[in-house]
């Protein structure tokens, strides 16, 4: 009996190490998937109120910014257009009459990759495509994130048609100057990017990445050397949403 009871004292130590091991190490090296970890176990209000008080410090600026374009605050709806060659992230929001004005535009301050969408993890790549936003992180390493839900349906359809399997994930608009794979804003930035979001609803936000601004004439729309035939239909879906988006 004494061994049976000092097996099971054993394989119960060995389990809690290996847990408290696996917390350590999903803490220090994704801090972000902890972050949306303690999310899902703290509920949506917890992680609202955290970021709360954003609204009072960021609502009256933005408040006065949307009168002055036209639009009603908040709005309905928004669209994020990040364009990658031209480091620069667009916010649209509808008139009363439910046309897109331009409300802002904020400089991307870090963005690693090239032109092309992310294949794969580790491959250095911002996404490219159409998103939304699926979590807001007001405890990230990086003062304040939100995730896009990359890889989305189409992202996964083409792994799959191209044999790819480890997609990546976990990409972020955030705070500070520096990032691989996400869109860095800088901290001011983000927190007025995030308490839009919260005054708007992460459900009513869209999100367009593109590699360059497809309204220009000047940008070309070929796919980067190497990139796989179906990059081509990608492109010319980005071109017709943008289109929509012009003063």
Request: hydrophobic content about 45%; overall charge neutral.
């Amino acid at each position: 009996m004494r061994r049976v009871w000092w097996r099971c004292l054993t394989w119960t130590s060995a389990g809690l190490v290996a847990l408290a091991f696996s917390v350590v190490a999903l803490k220090v090296l994704a801090p972000e998937a902890w972050g949306m970890l303690m999310h899902k176990l703290r509920g949506e209000k917890a992680v609202a109120g955290a970021a709360g008080d954003l609204i009072p410090k960021v609502g009256p600026g933005l408040a006065a910014l949307f009168a002055e374009k036209g639009c009603p605050y908040p709005p309905e709806q928004l669209t994020f257009i990040a364009l990658k060659a031209e480091k620069r992230l667009e916010v649209w929001a509808p008139l009363a009459g439910g046309r897109p004005r331009l409300v802002k535009e904020y400089p991307v301050l870090a963005a690693s990759g090239r032109a092309g969408p992310k294949l794969r993890e580790g491959d250095r790549q911002v996404p490219e495509g159409l998103y939304r936003i699926v979590f807001l992180n007001p405890r990230s390493r990086f003062h304040l994130a939100m995730q896009i839900d990359y890889p989305n349906e189409f992202d996964r359809e083409m792994g799959w048609r191209d044999g790819r399997e480890n997609l990546g994930g976990e990409i972020f608009i955030h705070g500070d100057a520096a990032s691989i794979g996400c869109l860095a804003m800088g901290d001011p930035a983000i927190e007025e990017l995030y308490g839009l979001i919260q005054a708007t609803g992460k459900e009513h936000v869209r999100v367009i990445i593109a590699p360059a601004d497809f309204r220009n004439a000047v940008a070309g729309r070929e796919p980067p050397p190497g990139a796989p035939e179906w990059v081509g239909t990608l492109y010319e879906q980005i071109g017709r949403e943008l289109a929509g988006y012009r003063e």
